[in-house]
């Protein structure tokens, strides 16, 4: 195809593209204008029926409850799968994280963190870890909810890697623990989804009180359980992620 | 209105930090040193704008009460034509009583101007647009990473702005914390040593 054709390929089909996106367009409800009776009917509902404020959190974890059990098996398995692909190989020794052993010339890549990054790095961690449990364990309350909370608890231990102190963030963060709390997060939302076809109830079923007061912490039920679940599995998948390419970068790996 | 502008002013105090921490990125010479500036964009920012969320939706368990205010619907006489819900104007959304409400605003207290509420909304979306495209334009790998973290934030705000603040925690989370990190380390990894 010489660049002539090809460009009159491009312009028909560009032309196409922009009729049928014109086209749709105009098929589109006015600006704000949700057309869908589902919505309005949640909206109705779904503070009597859960006693969770946090109607959002209401949708994710109740309604559709069963779609946010394959969201979190796709980070799952997403965090599962980078851990076999960055996995220390045979034949592979590490050498010393580059530049945390004390500034050898010529070998280090990583310079040390300053002061001035460190202090505010540290001083964040504290408020960042409390920010992302309030986050996870209010889903049910406030817009909020697991997943959100559990990066950014993860960010936290993030935090400590930017503060120059990766053997910290090894120490806190062992691969061992990450994957338990991660297999406890996944299987704790199946479970909960599980225990409600035990009692034979339809599966994700809200089968625990739901509280006197909607709004308050203790109400919802099975949503702010399954906040909490969602919470820890995100934020020991991210840290786990965090900590492989971490890893990948800072020890360097030879073939021996 | 003083959770509007407390609100305001956090939004604000966002934009500043991470416009700073781009300059500072922009000006520092390799990826490491550029990598302690990514830190304010990617914590502090987001704090901020956490931060004006609760400012904004509050922090009390007494929102509930204000769904007393329509009382319960029953399932059996609600006609689908009453929710259809009424064409709007452009910013008409802030007055929908679609959302939660903090207990504190009476009917009036939260009524924004529309004309700046329109404001906001249209500057949100040119800011999105502009991002995207300094994002697509940006030839080098850890500037673009960078933009894409900003672009992140702006994104939050539009969010923020278009009333949906779950997805802007989310937004913020994933799109200026978790996603520039795992590219910066991706880059950093495949980068030549510099010898």
């Known amino acids: 195809m010489t660049p002539g054709q090809r460009r009159w390929f491009f312009l028909a089909a560009a032309a196409g593209l922009v009729a049928c996106y014109l086209w749709a367009f105009a098929g589109l409800p006015g600006f704000g204008n949700y057309p869908g009776p589902y919505g309005q009917e949640v909206l109705r509902q779904a503070v009597r029926q859960t006693h969770a404020t946090g109607v959002v959190s ?45 500034g050898e010339a010529g070998s280090g890549t990583v310079p040390a963190a300053s002061s001035a990054m460190r202090v505010p790095a540290l001083l964040m961690v504290g408020p960042t870890a ?13 817009p909020s909810g697991g997943f959100q909370g559990g990066v950014i608890l993860a960010s936290a231990f993030i ?11 090894r120490r806190l963060s062992p691969v061992v623990l990450l994957d338990a709390v991660e297999a406890v997060g996944a299987g704790g939302f199946v479970a909960i989804g599980l225990a409600a076809l035990a009692m034979n109830l339809p599966y994700l079923d809200n089968y625990l009180p739901p509280g006197q007061v909607p709004g308050a912490v203790s109400s919802s039920g099975t949503i702010a359980l399954i906040s909490f679940f969602v919470g820890i599995e995100v934020a020991a998948a ?14 360097k790996r030879r073939s021996a | 209105m003083i959770r509007e502008v407390v609100s305001d002013g956090l939004l604000a105090l966002a934009v500043l930090t991470v416009a700073a921490a781009a300059l500072g990125v922009a000006v520092m010479p390799d990826a490491y040193a550029r990598l302690h500036y990514v830190t304010p964009a990617a914590v502090v920012a987001p704090v901020f704008v956490t931060l004006a969320i609760f400012v904004t939706e509050g922090l009390d368990h007494r929102r509930a009460r204000l769904y007393d205010r329509h009382g319960p619907v029953p399932v059996a006489r609600h006609d689908a034509r009453d929710a259809r819900p009424r064409p709007r104007r452009l910013a008409s959304a802030t007055r929908a009583p679609a959302g939660p409400r903090p207990a504190g605003e009476g009917e009036g207290a939260t009524m924004i101007p529309v004309a700046a509420m329109d404001t906001l909304q249209i500057v949100a979306l040119v800011g999105v647009a502009a991002g995207a495209t300094v994002v697509v334009r940006t030839r080098s790998r850890v500037r673009q990473v960078l933009a894409l973290s900003v672009y992140g934030m702006l994104l939050a705000i539009l969010f923020f702005v278009f009333q949906a603040p779950d997805v802007t925690l989310s937004e913020l989370s994933v799109g200026a914390v978790a996603l520039p990190i795992v590219l910066l380390l991706a880059i950093a990894k495949v980068r030549k040593p510099e010898q």
């Open chain 1, 159 to 169: 935090l400590i890697y930017l503060s120059g102190e990766f053997l910290a963030f």
């Open chain 1, 130 to 142: 409390l920010i992302g449990w309030w986050l996870a364990s209010h889903a049910q309350t406030n």
């Open chain 1, 58 to 102: 209401a949708v994710n974890f109740e309604y559709r409850g069963f779609d946010t059990v394959g969201e979190e098996f796709i980070l799952f398995a997403a965090a599962a799968g980078l851990s076999v692909v960055l996995r220390r190989l045979r034949r592979e020794r590490e050498t010393e994280p580059a530049g945390e052993a004390g």
């Open chain 1, 238 to 251: 991210f840290v786990l992620i965090a900590g492989e390419f971490l890893e990948q970068t800072l020890l």
